[in-house]
């Protein structure tokens, strides 16, 4: 099974900063990768798919990066409402799909 | 639009069963896998299967095989999850969710339920 693992578990940042989360397989998935922003009680929103591309309707200060390896989720311009856990998540090599533990980001 | 509606949650004893369902609507129910991911109380994500789009084809989180069975009616519109033998770590948030790749094929989640909660205690 492909492992996935986000840093940093946690970060705090305030409106208006940009943040980077990062994401690592633990072997190559070229471009399959997917990221979710999760609100607390609400179900996980897809957000970037196919590592870079912007999901309908997802605002265009969130941005990801990477191929193989390594990928990214930058969102710029922080908003109030973007505080949320944020998911990566690979479809390579299925089944299983496979998630990232998850990153906390809270708005100062 | 598109949406996902998930029933047939409770609590049920270890070693009980459950069946789940989730109505889907506003969507070509056969072109897609339709999957079950669960979030076990304060934790992260986990995929747990997916019916083909045509119903032909399962697959199993290694933990849930020989307990869980995912089927799908797609004259009705309807994904089902069918949980044997349930274990206190099987406790969870269970989403249906639908995948964004048409045909046979598993790349993620474009569209999710609202999430339905199964205890299992005694």
């Known amino acids: 099974d492909i492992q996935m693992t986000q840093s940093p578990s946690s970060l705090s940042a305030s409106v208006g900063d940009r943040v980077t989360i990062t994401c690592r397989a633990s072997q190559s998935i070229s471009t399959y990768l997917n990221w979710y922003q999760q609100k607390p009680g609400k179900a996980p929103r897809l957000l970037i798919f196919g590592a870079s591309s912007l999901q309908t309707g997802v605002p265009s200060r969130f941005s990801g990066s990477g191929s193989g390896t390594d990928f990214t989720l930058t969102i710029s311009n922080l908003h109030p409402e973007d505080s949320a856990t944020y998911y990566c998540?690979?479809?390579?090599?299925?089944?299983?799909?496979?998630f990232g533990q998850g990153t906390r980001l809270d708005i100062k | 639009q598109v949406q996902l509606i998930e029933s047939g949650g409770g609590v049920v004893q270890p070693g009980g069963s459950l069946r789940l369902s989730c109505a889907a609507s506003?969507?070509?129910?056969?072109?897609?896998?339709m999957h079950w991911v669960r979030q076990a109380p304060g934790r992260g994500l986990e995929w747990v299967a997916v019916?083909?789009?045509?119903?032909?084809?399962?697959y199993y989180l290694d933990s849930v095989k020989g307990r869980f069975i995912v089927s799908r009616d797609n004259s009705k519109n309807t994904l089902h999850l069918q949980m044997n033998s349930l274990r206190p770590e099987d406790t969870a948030v269970y989403y249906c969710?639908?995948?964004?790749?048409?045909?046979?094929?598993?790349?993620?989640?474009?569209?999710w339920g609202q999430g339905i909660l199964v205890t299992v205690s005694s």
């Open positions: 998540q690979q479809g390579y090599n299925v089944p299983p799909i496979t």
């Open positions: 019916a083909s789009h045509d119903g032909n084809y399962q």
């Open positions: 506003g969507f070509i129910f056969n072109n897609n896998g």
């Open positions: 969710a639908k995948d964004y790749c048409d045909g046979d094929c598993y790349y993620g989640f474009d569209y």
